[in-house]
């Protein structure tokens, strides 16, 4: 199959010619050809599938071909995401696309100045990316208007009911005109995900390119049991060890983060981190010049990046495991991208048992353990299966300090003193949410 048999414009099949994009990929094929008739859309797509091209593509085609100029303060496409650097990422990946074509797209986001943004939007542009919160700013200040829109796409969805977006979701869905094409794409579909695309979506075509909640197969992924307290010894050990070239390195809290990065950096090690407490442009540099190959350890939190594109990434280590198993799935898709094979490695103490229990059963996969002879826990972590059943209660069971700890209930997410859980910055105080059936992750 080929783009160009996709019904695919000469400017979009140029631009992608440029990138080196051949084939399309299962989710580019199953999207394209119905978003292009203006059918709504509701897809479980991972990261990593070529979702962005999937939308990104008939979107750009059916600006250029259907409906009015953009008119001052206007938009014709809004694509949210949950977050700043996914919307740096989408909008990059837009504007490749976009290369050849008459058509003006531009992101907005939080954390930075409201000022240059509201100037931008002056003229009318034809694609915006935005966050839910910054989108809300700049349409309650008049700097943008949604009479516009024809088509709406909901990136991540998931994430953003996540993050506590429901309640602007549900007010930027109130300003939008009633007549418009919406594309929802999440990649795991929860009742308050079906309940916000019952409310968005008009009979939508449901497609799912891969099994749901199964990471991509390219990735090679284990598990090193170890005591809590020699973690980052431990990763230490494994980097010398396994000569990791490039690593994205997760831990659960900021000060988490903090740590791992002042204990590399006092060895020499050329490590940086990005988490929600960061300035937007130190996160952007640090992510940047992790991509360009001039940090090679970058540790982040959940949030800061969740989304992130960063090619040939051959190693993601899981510092701490997720509270959340579904972000276990959104970590390790880090690497394995378009047809490369990657690692992800997991160093596991006796508190997480009941995450990794939780992780498995998710991916229906029980993870291979590996022990490091120097690094053998005093506090063994029981066996787990991908049924869910743990084999045996640790000889010394210790409460876990963040939330998800001891219970089952990983849904919720509890946060406390110094070890504070990763959550968006400056997030002001919702109301429960509309949309959100199912119970909330966190409290902002
Ligand atoms: P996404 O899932 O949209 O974040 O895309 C993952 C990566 O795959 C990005 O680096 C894209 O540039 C790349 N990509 C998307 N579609 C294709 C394609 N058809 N051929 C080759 N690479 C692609």
């Given amino acids: ?33 119905p978003v292009l008739e203006g059918r709504d859309l509701m897809a479980a797509a991972q990261t990593g599938t070529g979702k962005t091209a999937g939308f990104a593509l008939p979107l750009l085609q059916r600006l250029t071909m259907e409906g009015p100029k953009v008119v001052a303060n206007s938009v014709r496409a809004l694509v949210l995401v949950p977050t700043r650097e996914l919307a740096e990422q989408v909008h990059e990946a837009i504007r490749q696309y976009a290369e050849h074509l008459p058509l003006t797209t531009y992101a907005v986001y939080g954390g930075v100045s409201i000022n240059p943004q509201m100037m931008k939007l002056r003229r009318g542009v034809d694609v915006l990316v935005a966050t839910p919160g910054r989108l809300l700013d700049l349409h309650r200040q008049n700097a943008v208007k949604f009479s516009q829109v024809q088509t709406l796409i909901l990136d991540e969805a998931d994430r953003m009911l996540d993050l506590g977006f429901s309640e602007e979701l549900r007010d930027i869905y109130a300003a939008l005109p009633k007549r418009r094409q919406t594309l929802l794409f999440s990649a795991t579909f929860s009742d308050s995900i079906r309940a916000l695309a019952g409310q968005m979506l008009d009979n939508p075509l449901s497609i799912e390119v891969s099994p749901r909640n199964i990471a991509a197969s390219s990735v090679k992924q284990w598990v090193v049991t170890v005591d809590k307290k020699r973690k980052s010894e431990l990763f230490i050990h494994l980097l010398k060890k396994q000569r990791w070239s490039q690593v994205l ?23 940086d981190g990005i988490h929600g407490d960061k300035p937007q442009a130190t996160r952007q540099r640090a992510l940047d010049r992790f991509k360009a190959g001039e940090v090679q350890i970058l540790v982040a939190t959940d949030v800061a990046a969740r989304g992130l594109d960063i090619d040939d990434l051959p190693t993601v280590v899981n510092l701490d495991l997720p509270i959340v198993a579904e972000d276990y799935v959104h970590r390790i898709g880090r690497t394995g991208r378009a047809g490369q094979t990657g690692e992800a490695i ?19 996969q029980t993870l291979q353990r590996r022990e490091e002879p120097d690094f053998i826990p005093e506090h063994r972590v029981p066996a787990t299966d991908a049924s869910g059943q743990i084999l045996k209660k640790p000889k010394k ?12 209930n990983l849904g919720k997410w509890v946060d406390s003193g110094e070890t504070v859980a990763e959550a968006p910055a400056a997030k002001p105080v919702r109301k429960v949410p509309a949309f959100n059936t199912g119970p909330r992750k966190r409290k902002p």
Avoid: H, W
């Fill in 1 to 33: 199959m080929t783009f160009a048999s996709l019904g695919l414009i000469e400017p979009l099949l140029r631009a992608l010619e440029a990138l080196g994009y051949q084939t399309p990929t299962p989710v580019q094929a199953k999207a394209i050809p």
């Fill in 249 to 271: 390195v997760f831990a659960k809290t900021r000060v988490g983060v903090d740590q791992l990065v002042d204990r590399l950096q006092g060895l020499s090690i050329n490590a």
């Fill in 346 to 364: 997991s160093l596991v103490c006796a508190d997480e048992v009941e995450l990794l229990s939780a992780i498995e059963v998710l991916t229906r």
């Fill in 397 to 408: 069971p210790k409460k876990q300090k963040t939330g998800g700890g001891g219970k089952r």
